[in-house]
């Protein structure tokens, strides 16, 4: 710019950023995101963790949980061996009819993939039951000391 035309009465350039259609789109992102997250939370599979039961519970619990034992080799339910994951969905569907409370209680191995896991618990919530618990094994029944 020249020094005259300031004094002319030219108007000066502005070099400042416009923010508002900054604004408008974090503005928009944000309610998509608040809109989304109730449908993402309820698509989830919901895992309640396995908590100790208060002994006046117990007595009046008089069923048996039922446990899935997941290995690389089988889907153990309770003690039973199952031979593909349609019986062990059969037979959990018969064994839940029976059940009051709809609770599965599952562990795994180890060695056993996360994904096997995931799915075994997708096709134990498909056969009905209602809370699923995740139980950890203790050291002393797996044979394996855990490292560090």
């Known amino acids: ?8 009465g030219a ?3 502005l070099a400042e950023i416009n923010v508002t259609p900054l604004g408008d789109v974090s503005l928009t992102l ?9 449908m993402i939370m309820q698509s989830m599979i919901k895992v309640h963790s396995s908590k100790a039961v ?19 080799e089988a889907i153990y339910l309770n003690t039973e061996k199952m031979g593909s994951e349609e019986e062990f969905s059969l ?3 018969k064994e839940l009819e029976k059940k009051s409370d ?4 599952i562990t795994a191995n180890r060695e056993v993939p996360h994904g096997k896991v995931v799915h075994i618990l997708d096709l134990s919530r498909q ?4 809370k699923l618990s ?6 002393r029944e797996t044979g394996k000391k855990r490292p560090g």
Request: cysteine-free; proline content about 4%; charged content about 35%.
């Open 1 to 8: 710019m020249r020094k005259d035309s300031i004094e002319k």
């Open 11 to 13: 108007q000066k350039e």
């Open 30 to 38: 944000i309610i998509i995101l608040m809109v989304i997250s109730p």
């Open 54 to 72: 208060k002994s006046t519970q117990a007595e009046k619990a008089k069923e048996k949980p039922l446990f899935v034992r997941i290995t690389n």
């Open 91 to 93: 037979r959990l569907i």
């Open 102 to 105: 709809k609770a599965v209680m």
């Open 127 to 130: 056969s009905g039951a209602v």
């Open 134 to 139: 995740l139980v950890k094994r203790a050291e």
